[in-house]
Each structure stands twice: as C-alpha cells, then as structure tokens.
C-alpha cells in the first residue's frame, strides 16, 4: 500500500518546514507555507532494498571505466538569433536543457517563438503551451512574421507524460516549454507551480534530453525578490539559467547569463522590444552613452567587461552640501560599500575631505556595476562633481582603486581602449600596466596612482 508524506512548503522560496507555521523563516513571507500530501511507493526507495537485498533489479544503467566511455563531440546549431547564441556559448548544444526566467511581459515567449521560427528550417521543432492556447499562439507568431510556421508543432499541454509522448510521436529535436511552472506529473498530486511539481517536471524533462538527446528551452516565472520561482533544485537540474529583464527606460531587454555548463557564465545580450518582435542590439555601447551635448561636471565614462566583450557606459556622481548630520550615500547600480572606500581614499591620498556632502552614484541605463575596473571612473566623476569641473566627453577612465592610492589595472585592458577608439572617444586615463600597447586614434594617458590620476584629471579637464 502506498505511504504518503507531508510537506509544508513555501511557495515563494521554496523552503520546507515539518510542520505549518505563518510566517517563511527563510524569506520572511507571510501566509505563502502551503500543505502538499506526498504518496510515496515502495518502488521510489528502491524494491530491492525494501526486501533486503543488496541489488536493486530495478536499474538498467551499466557501470564503466571512465577511459572506456565514447567522447562525442556533438556540433552546436543556432537558435536564429546571433546575439543569443553567442550567450549560449556558441550555439546550441543537442540535448541540453536551458531555462529563461524573466519578469511578466519582459519577452521570454516572443523571443523563443523567434527562435523556434528559425530553428525549425532544419529541425523538428515543438512549441509546448501551458498559459495560452495554440490560437493566441499563432496570432502571435503570425504578427511577428515568424518564418516557417508549416513546420512548427504546437500543443496546449500540460502534463509531462503526454508531453514525451508527444515528442516522441512527432520525432521532436527543439521543445519549448511554456513554463515549467505550469507542468504537473501524474505521480505528485500537488498543485502545478509547487515546488515539488516544478522539481519533478524538470527532473523528468531532463532525463529524457539526456537520454533521446532532445534539446529543451524552458520557460520560468520569477517571484517578487527577482529570483527563479520554484525550488533551488530547478536551478541544479539545468543547464543553463539566463534572465530577461529590462532597463530603466523599459525600452531595451538585457539577457545575462547565470549559469551555463557550455559557455562562459557572463554573458549578455542586449535587445530592443519593437512591434514586430526583439531586434538585437549590435551596438550596446551607443545605449548606455547617448549623452546630450552640453558637457555636465559629475560624469565619467568607462568599460566593463560582459563575457567576452567590452560595454562602454556612463557614470554619473552628485556631490551636494548636506543639511543633516549624517550625509547621505547613495548608489544606484554600484555597489555602496566601493563607494565607501573610494570616498575614504580621496579624502587620505588626496586631500579631499567629503564627510559633510551628500554623495550620489548612478550608472546610466540601469546597468549594474560587478566589476572593480570603475572605481576609477566614480572617483573622477565625483572628484569632477565637487570641483563642479567637467570631464569632456572624449575621455575614458577606466582602474581598480587600492587602499593605499595605487591605480591597478584591469583584464582586457587593450579591448577596453579599442572599443572606446571604436566610438569615437580620444583620450583614455588607464592604469600604467594597462598602457603597455598603443592603439591607433586614442591617446592613452597612464596613472599609477591617485595623485598621477588627479594630475591627469586637471591636464584633460584644463
């Protein structure tokens, strides 16, 4: 006789508890604990061990050598979108198992369904829907202009089990599945969008990409903190989690890379929500700098370094006198405690004291700073916004800030400064190490610590 279990989950992070309570203690959420009734068979711990036996006759795997086992080197293919398979890695790798999770309405579903349009012209592709029916679909694709609509499947689905047989019917390579968080197993008899449900949808979805070699791109929702709705299994599971979001403006969509088991884990992508679907961005640099013309004190560009290209943006820094006894320090896509150490080492190796000023750090775009290479860049823009001295709009800054004043420098350093030559900037203030190698039509200034990188300030600003 089947035995059952119950769990007491929260349905926003995902945390269990032996017992229901009101308030998530991991996510401190209130009223979001819900109970789920669990069977368990005999056969999911093991038939065999239930018996008392050492084997279990249950399992087909084989056991090898690890010199034994085939290497195969299976060729990527492109998703249709360029932009996308260079954060893939390269393209698409057959039987791999990729999530995209993104805010409601940021463009997950229109940008696959591009996908799957261009993919379909040498693969047998399957669109499974589970939040809209297959004529909302093709409304969509036939809007967008999607290529090669007589050759994409669609189904409205939303059990596992008659998903596999419908892939395996239709001798599907490339499924999309919309969402992860609307699919069920027939074995779990809790809700759809559990986190026991999600967990084993994946679970199952990913053992058969592996075995039948199916490629799935899967779709998930994101709870209020922006993190992957669902259990912290379904980021395991995969293998690679990518996020949609948008920009300040609402007029461009940014994919980053999470985590990919087939390319490098920073990447992004830059793309442009219009009527007719997402245009890519070839360009993102020409975002994150349309400045006016009249030159402002208080702003400083620099370049940062998304996966495997540079991205040329704008910092912006307000010193204001303050009227209360605590100034304010506020940081808007840079990291508040950098902020803090690049304010004590102007006012240690520099002699410019700021204690009594409100200080304001905002990177244009909605661009979020990981990287050191822009402490350089905010200490100039601030040190430009006290002076009330602007810095023209020529130059780039770029530098790692250390404690003891010195300029470090940063990976890439060459790229950086082609990239900025490329749109048109003439002089760029490095680090020292970093200004080894000259690039044509910029000239490079280096600094090797805070008073060379003052000096330069006041040469380019004189």
Known sequence: MAKTKRAYVCSDCGADFPRWQGQCSACAAWNTITEFTIPKTRAAVGGAAA???????GSSTKVQKLSEVESKDLPRYSSGVSELDRVFGGGIVPGSVLLLCGDPGAGKSTLLLQSIGAVAATKSALYVSGEESIHQISQRAKRLGIDHLDKISVVA???????????????????????????????????????????????????????????????GHINKDSNVAGPMQLIHIVDGLFALSSTADEKFRVLRTSKNRFGADSESCFFAMTETGMKQVKNPSAIFLSRS???????????????????????????????????????????????????????RHGGVMLSDMDIFVNCVGGIKVDETSA??????????????????????????????????????????????AKQGFTRAIVPRANASRQVPGIEIIPVEDLQEALTAFDRVCG
């Open 51 to 57: 018996a008392g036996t050492s084997s279990y006759a």
């Open 157 to 219: 689905e939303t059990s596992v089990e008659q998903v596999l047989n419908h892939i395996t019917a239709q001798k599907a390579e490339f499924v999309i599945i919309d969402s992860i968080q609307t699919m069920t197993v027939a074995h779990n008899d809790s809700a759809a969008g559990s986190p026991s449900q999600v967990k084993e949808s994946a679970a199952a979805l990913t053992r058969f990409a592996k075995t039948e070699g199916v490629t799935f791109m899967i779709v």
């Open 293 to 347: 013309n009249k030159n402002h004190a208080g702003s400083a560009c620099t370049t940062l370094w998304e996966g495997t290209r540079p991205l040329l943006v704008e910092i912006q820094a307000l010193c204001n006198q303050s009227v209360t006894e605590n100034p304010r320090r506020l940081t808007v896509g840079y990291d508040s405690n950098r902020l803090a150490m690049s304010i004590a080492v102007l006012a």
């Open 375 to 420: 402490d350089l860049a905010v200490l100039l823009a601030i040190f430009s916004s006290f002076k009330n001295a602007p810095i023209p709009q020529d130059v780039l800054v770029f530098g790692e800030i250390g404690l003891n004043a010195d300029i470090r420098p940063a990976a890439n350093g060459v790229e950086r400064i082609r990239e900025a």
